[in-house]
């Protein structure tokens, strides 16, 4: 399978200090990668990396096969979806679901005197749907729970079938029951056969929806340890990537993770 992304020894420096070190990694057209780390690590960085929102101080990173610094990131970029916290921010709050969906079709937020297809219209509520927003199709983004305005946001991010589909912290401050439903949808989705490479950062292992492929373990700007979820995850390179002797078990495709204290 092609490579759909590759980072060679990529620094990126800001204010004198390296946000992420000499990182060397590539992800390949069939895989779901989670990004794991504490704060500061560096993984959002990597993401906007990845999603050509952001240039490296040095090394290169090329995309879809096309390397950042000589190719127009204008073009580049519709065929990434990225969905993030910070994007949700830029949404108009009195914007109906269905439009902040639809509007993905000509990469702009915000649906002002844009004049769409039925067949916009058609595929933004067959994503809707896949994703069981299809109820709230009518009702204003600023109503909508922590939990529904995350998946508002991936269900934009694919509207275009993306060729590389780029997470930020998906589940980041939503309820148990809010969080294992997204984690249930991102699972069905990574394991369709249709689905694009994809990249999740996380702060837990309990986040990682089944389907998921590979993991990339950063700390201090650094990887720790990068490879299929199943070799790499593990409680030492845990331990290694959380500073703290960490406990790692499985259930049936899930993960969980505690600290052990030291006696």
């Known amino acids: 399978m092609p490579q759909v992304l590759e980072f060679a020894d990529v620094v990126v420096r800001r204010n004198a200090k390296d946000i992420v070190e000499h990182l ?58 990225f969905a993030s916290t910070a994007l949700s921010r830029r949404i ?68 275009t079938d993306p060729e590389l589909l780029m997470l930020d912290e998906p589940t980041a401050s939503l309820d148990l029951g809010s969080r294992e439903e997204l984690v249930s949808l991102l699972g069905g989705y990574a394991q369709a056969p249709s689905t694009p490479a994809m990249i999740m950062v996380t702060h837990h292992v309990e986040e990682i929806p089944i389907g998921f492929t590979h993991v990339l373990l950063m700390r201090e700007a650094q990887a720790v340890a990068a490879g299929p979820l199943a070799d790499t995850l593990t409680a030492a390179n845990l331990s290694a990537t959380f500073g703290v002797d960490v406990e790692l078990d499985e259930h049936e495709g899930r993960f969980a993770a505690r600290a052990v204290r030291s006696r």
């Open 92 to 159: 108009p709050p009195d914007e109906s679901v269905l439009d902040v969906v639809l509007t993905a079709a000509y990469s702009v937020l915000g649906r002002w005197r844009e004049q769409y297809e039925a067949i916009d219209e058609r595929r933004a509520l067959r994503v809707l749907a896949e994703w069981k927003l299809d109820h709230l199709a009518d009702r204003s983004f600023g109503t909508l729970s922590d939990g529904e305005q995350k998946r508002v946001q991936i269900a934009r991010a694919v509207m």
């Open 24 to 81: 060397t990694w590539s992800v390949a057209g069939d895989e779901r990668w989670v990004v794991l780390g504490p704060n500061g690590a560096g993984k959002t960085t990597v993401l906007q990396l990845a999603a050509a929102l952001l240039y490296p101080t040095s090394g290169t990173v090329s995309i879809l096969g096309e390397r950042l610094g000589r190719t127009d990131v204008f073009d580049l970029r519709p065929r990434i979806g």
